[in-house]
């Protein structure tokens, strides 16, 4: 049977024109048989036998196997019943020309026989494989429209850092994503997980010729970063959009597992960070209570940070209270000066700064020194009370995925409970 295989693998690579190819065998007991293939797609892929079928692939892995096995055990048993016949024949009347050439004749009515019932299979065949690549596809809905994606994409290029935290916590390493700043490494908390990643530029300055270059099935962006350039990466695959990367995570998270078709996986992952936040309110008790307040020093800048921020969304999802200009639904309030200190108060107050701006001056650094040690900031109750803790500024407001809310949570459980 392997020899056969091999025979029409041979002839299919120098035939590649010829769309369906019939040949008649003849067994070591010279026993007719027939096989009708159709090889309508191999045009331009690489061929080989492979655990005893034809195997087309892209030089790579196998994208599609000619399964021979049933159709010969089929085409055998067919002769079977005809040399039967045959043999009854020659048992009972001598052969003359006209019963020699009724003989051939029926061998010539039988492969006929077969070349219509494979035309039948090659339909049947090609119905299956629609209604399959019709079931296999989905589309999603998101902040550019509807996009339809055929199969679970199996290179997948994101723009984000949230968006990539999304697709490694469901078990989905992307081909390509993008870099906080140009020159920067990795976050560390993700540093291992994307060592094999490409870089495609910073989240705001994509590289279009690295995201082509690395020939993705599917790329997912932020409108409120990349809206210029949707045409353009939609030309190089299915683009698929969240709309901001503000406010409430788990809303971004949803989108992005549905659309690498895991939606099963991404559930659970947010089922399991909703236990984990079950579990610390058990232990907070009466903590709950307690007013929490936000600040980020910029260089040349002071900002109260709200309910509508990445911190702020995991702080809402525990249940701590914020201070009045801090419980609102919006992102944050910059250009504080050191007359609104008092605005910063609260029962804790966490704190990060941000350097990197600053051609490596650490002037954020610098400035939350000058403003913690200010006498205003000083009489503030948290700082009286030493609850004035400084915090990662990647985990608790750049990073912005589901990592870096499950590192937040280790925060909150050192500080509020250890």
């Not at 087309?56 to 021979?68: A, K």
């Not at 020159?183 to 082509?212: C, F, Q, S």
Request: neutral net charge.
């Amino acid at each position: 049977m392997k020899s056969i295989i091999e025979h029409v693998s041979i002839l299919l690579l120098r035939w590649r024109h010829v769309f369906v190819l019939l040949m008649l065998f003849v067994d070591w007991n010279n026993n007719y048989f027939l096989m009708v293939i159709d090889f309508s797609n191999v045009s331009n892929e690489k061929m080989r036998v492979k655990d005893g079928y034809i195997c087309i692939s892209n030089g790579e892995e196998c994208l599609n196997y000619i399964y021979l096995k049933s159709f010969l055990i089929y085409v055998l048993t067919i002769c079977k019943i005809y040399i039967t016949l045959l043999n009854v024949i020659d048992n009972h009347f001598q052969l003359g020309g006209h019963m020699t050439r009724t003989k051939n004749m029926l061998i010539l009515c039988i492969m006929l026989l077969m070349v219509i019932i494979a035309g039948c299979g090659k339909e049947e065949k090609k119905e299956n494989d629609t209604s399959v690549k019709a079931k296999d596809s989905y589309s999603i809905k998101h902040a550019m429209g509807e996009t339809t994606v055929n199969g679970t994409p199996k290179k997948v290029v994101v723009l984000t850092n949230e968006g990539a935290e999304a697709l490694l916590a469901v078990g989905v390493t992307p081909v390509g994503t993008t870099k906080p700043r140009a020159g920067d490494e990795w976050y560390p908390h993700l540093a291992k997980e994307l060592k094999d990643t490409k870089v495609v530029g910073t989240e705001r300055d994509i590289n279009l010729e690295a995201v082509m270059k690395l020939k993705p099935d599917l790329i997912i962006g932020n409108k409120m970063r990349h809206e210029k350039i949707y045409e353009q990466l939609n030309e190089i695959a299915p683009t698929v959009y969240a709309e901001t990367l503000r406010g409430d995570w788990k809303e971004n998270f949803t989108l992005y597992t549905k659309a690498v078709n895991k939606e099963k996986e991404g559930q659970k992952a947010l089922d399991d960070y909703k236990k984990r936040i079950e579990g610390i309110q058990e232990k907070l008790g009466d903590k709950l209570n307690s007013k929490v307040s936000i600040i980020r020093f910029v260089p040349g800048d002071v900002r109260i940070y709200q309910k509508n921020s990445f911190s702020g969304a995991v702080l809402n999802d525990i249940g701590f209270k914020r201070p009045p200009l801090q419980d609102k639904d919006e992102f944050a309030i910059k250009g504080i000066t050191k007359e609104q200190i008092p605005n910063m108060d609260g029962d804790y107050i966490f704190y990060f700064t941000s350097d990197k701006d600053a051609d490596k001056n650490n002037e954020g650094t610098t400035l939350a020194k000058e403003w913690t040690e200010d006498p205003l900031f000083k009489q503030l109750q948290a700082s009286k009370d030493n609850k004035v803790f400084q915090v990662d500024e990647v985990i608790w407001n750049t990073a912005g995925g589901i990592k870096a809310a499950n590192l937040m949570l280790d925060d909150i459980e050192k500080y509020f409970l250890k």
